[in-house]
């Protein structure tokens, strides 16, 4: 926190100047508040004149970034998020300058005090809804509606992702303080599978008669540098039919409420992890409309990501640090041994233990899974909410949190492996 005192004097009345500040490396966001003795409002202040001290701010370059007068006391500028009236920018260190608009300053002249607040860069923990179709295609909604209500309901980041349709992608809107993730659910009588993070994954058309015609769609995609989940790949309705299992880079093994369908493809993916394949899991509520079964937000996916950017958030979940929980208040899990964390690959025996420190756990039990079978995880010394399990020779080890019991026993989170060499 950095604090200016200021003296504006009464010959600066009517007049715009600036006052300097310095900003360091390694900053995301800017807050700038102030406080000065106001004197009367409303009416009064229009019959008594009163000190009024305008706010705005430039940067290290001395662009204008907004302005909002007197109408606020406290503002705030940054890359993904930014005050109304505000630019959002990049945060580079040097010089910044507070604008200063003495409109009424009183013949004592009028102090000012500014604080200045630097949230500096660091890893965090962002919820996401990675699978949302808008009206685009059979949605309820509009983009823009779906982005206020993800906003409402507390996630950082969404990706709508309509079926064979990436009109949207290039025209998305800003929604302050919520990232979009570019995707296309690409919909197939043989299964369905969202491309992420490109604008239009398909050269030419969706359509894929054969397998070859698959390999073409899916290698164009590739080429263009999307990240390419396999949907609810053991649904009911629309399962994954393609006899290809390197044909994704991710999977979605959990779509909308937990269900027998979700339970099938977590088993799916614990055989290829056991078979020696690395690939990384995500979830997403697969919501269209209001009153169904499908609610926004249930589940999410939870990423560790260095930045709110779109392809921080991409390529964090590409390399799988992330987990998938119930929702925004459903249990949160950090997995680690010794330095590694999720996703990440270790040599068995850089630590004595995996730990696993949970939160909004409630009466869930903690399961770890490896190679050989599951494990109820032992929780650690005078520790309610940190567990521990021996690696053992496993190659890899995930994490469930299950609630219930018999028929009722359902899972609440489960993570992303952390690989042993």
């Not at 009028?110 to 890893?123: G, I, L, N, R, T």
């Not at 909308?256 to 995500?282: C, Q």
């Not at 009722?408 to 952390?418: D, G, K, M, S, V």
Request: proline share 4%; net charge negative; glycine share 10%.
């Amino acid at each position: 926190m950095l604090e200016i005192i200021h003296n504006v004097e009464h010959s600066k009345e009517g007049t715009y100047y600036t006052i300097p500040f310095t900003v360091p490396d390694g900053v995301e966001k800017i807050t700038v508040s102030y406080e000065y003795q106001r004197g009367a409002k409303g009416l009064m202040g229009d019959l008594h004149p009163t000190n009024v001290i305008d706010i705005g701010i430039a940067d290290e370059k001395g662009r204008f970034l907004g302005w909002s007068g007197s109408a606020h006391s406290k503002i705030s500028v940054g890359e993904f998020s930014s005050s109304n009236g505000y630019l959002c920018e990049k945060i580079n260190p040097g010089e910044w300058k507070i604008i200063i608009g003495a409109y009424h300053v009183l013949e004592t002249g009028v102090q000012v005090k500014y604080s200045v607040d630097f949230e500096m860069k660091a890893e965090k923990l962002l919820l996401g809804d990675l699978h949302i179709h808008s009206d685009a295609s059979d949605g309820k909604f509009d983009t823009y509606t779906l982005g206020k209500m993800a906003q409402k309901a507390g996630l950082d980041f969404i990706g709508i992702a309509n079926h064979n349709n990436f009109a949207e992608n290039f025209c998305l809107p800003h929604q302050d303080g919520l990232t979009f993730i570019k995707a296309v659910e690409w919909t197939h009588y043989k299964g369905h599978m969202n491309f992420f993070g490109v604008n239009a994954p398909f050269e030419n058309s969706f359509i894929a008669n054969s397998r070859d015609e698959m390999h073409k769609i899916i290698s164009d995609a590739r080429s263009m540098g999307a990240v390419i989940s396999v949907n609810h790949p053991k649904c009911r309705f629309c399962p994954y039919l393609w006899e290809d299992e390197n044909a994704f880079d991710m999977m979605e093994i959990w779509n909308g409420p937990m269900r027998p369908s979700n339970l099938d493809a977590v088993k799916w993916w614990t055989e290829l992890l056991r078979a020696g394949r690395k690939i990384p899991i995500v979830g997403g509520s697969d919501y269209h409309r209001p009153h169904s079964l499908a609610r926004l937000a249930n589940p999410v996916t939870a990423v560790l990501s260095p930045s709110k950017s779109a392809d921080d958030i991409l390529n964090s979940i590409k390399n799988g640090r992330s987990f998938v929980t119930n929702g925004v208040d459903g249990p949160k899990l950090d997995v680690r041994y010794g330095e590694a964390t999720l996703g990440e690959t270790v040599r068995r025996g850089s630590a004595e233990k995996l730990i696993i420190a949970a939160e909004n756990l409630g009466n869930a039990e903690i399961i770890t899974v490896n190679d050989f079978g599951e494990e109820k995880a032992a929780r650690k010394s005078g520790e309610d909410s940190v567990f521990e399990v021996n690696p053992g020779s496993s190659s890899f080890i995930y994490v469930k949190a299950i609630k219930g019991k018999g028929k009722l026993r359902r899972i609440c989170a489960i993570t992303n492996p952390i690989y042993f060499e």
